[in-house]
């Protein structure tokens, strides 16, 4: 099946030149100018990531990002101009997926676009142990499903990121071991880990937010100089 990407940008050279990278690697695109215009084709049709720029008139990339995670988990790349580690970590708590700084190489672009379709939709943890064969985890009233990628309590929902249920089900699979940022990044990333990256820390701690929200209870605990682990 096709994979059909929204590309965001009042820059309409630059929209043209991911359209044609990603046409070369056989998706299909369409393009939105502005913010408004781009939630219009949200509700009119369907899609399986966004690259979202940040700095666009009427309705900026932050606020579609925020409207969209409202209501659904579709993967978003978010690419900016701004380079500062708090625009990134305010893009990655704003809902993104991942975040590129602009300019960027139209190659590496791909491979994050491949890279957040694998995990949204092909997400396969190796080794799994035989406790989660069947692809259903279950952690008191949390109930965490391979298939579906959902996660529920008492059969209420929780609206999770691609990457977030990634790493949720990261550490459920593994109770008790603690995993470090490294060991997340590069087993849910699937991409090499630099020191100063921070991505994993954002996403726990919205991760951690909306578990103890439904749950009334800390599930993920951060082991101070080591790593994260759900202890069942």
């Not at 046409?23 to 049709?45: C, I, P, S, V, Y």
């Not at 380079?83 to 960027?104: N, R, S």
């Not at 605990?221 to 202890?231: A, P, Q, R």
Request: hydrophobic share 40%; proline share 3%; net charge negative.
């Amino acid at each position: 099946m096709n994979r059909r990407i929204l590309i965001v940008d009042d820059d309409r050279e630059i929209a043209n030149l991911i359209a044609i990278y990603l046409k070369n690697e056989g998706f299909e695109t369409a393009q939105a100018h502005d913010g408004d215009e781009a939630l219009e084709m949200l509700q009119q049709q369907d899609f399986h990531l966004i690259v979202l720029d940040v700095m666009m008139p009427k309705v900026d990339g932050m606020e579609v990002c925020r409207r969209v995670r409202e209501t659904g988990a579709i993967p978003i790349l978010m690419v900016s101009a701004k380079a500062e580690d708090m625009d990134k970590i305010l893009g990655l708590m704003t809902g993104a997926d991942d975040y590129l700084v602009k300019p960027f190489n139209p190659l590496e672009l791909v491979v994050r676009v491949k890279t957040l379709l694998r995990r949204a939709y092909q997400y396969a943890q190796p080794a799994a142990s035989s406790a989660e064969q069947d692809g259903i985890l279950k952690i008191g009233e949390l109930t965490i499903n391979k298939s579906t990628h959902s996660a529920e309590v008492d059969r209420r929902k929780i609206h999770l990121t691609s990457t977030e249920f990634g790493i949720l089900f990261l550490l459920a699979s593994n109770p008790g071991r603690v995993f470090s940022a490294e060991d997340i990044f590069q087993q849910v990333w699937r991409e090499k880990y630099f020191e100063s990256n921070n991505t994993v820390m954002v996403h726990i701690s919205k991760l951690r937010d909306k578990l103890e929200q439904e749950l009334g209870r800390k599930l993920i605990t951060t082991v101070w100089g080591v790593g994260y682990k759900i202890e069942v």
